[in-house]
């Protein structure tokens, strides 16, 4: 697969939609919900971080977002997201 200029991808030959499909769906993360929240995005582009979180937390987002159908970064977005609206919501008050 190779990214077309504005955003297109061209398949290699003998590589059809059905076999990205069936990729897509066998990944780590796939799962059977739906993203609950669209992932917030500074220009189009997400920003990696790096941090330290106690290891029962861990287990318990680990736990939740595969229940989500959700990878763990889709986790700690959704609950930051979640923490934003909420603190925007009681500052609004």
Request: glycine share 10%; no cysteine; proline share 5%.
């Amino acid at each position: 697969m190779t990214a077309k200029p504005g955003g297109g991808i061209t398949l290699k030959p003998g590589v059809t939609e059905a076999d990205v499909q069936a990729k897509i769906a066998a990944a780590p993360d796939a799962g059977a919900h739906a993203r609950t929240t669209a992932p917030v995005v500074d220009g189009g582009r997400k920003k990696p971080i790096s941090l330290t979180i106690d290891a029962k937390l861990l287990a318990e987002l680990d736990k939740k977002a595969k229940a989500l159908g959700l990878s763990r970064a889709a986790g700690f977005a959704l609950a930051v997201s979640r923490f934003v609206a909420a603190e925007e919501r009681e500052a609004n008050r």
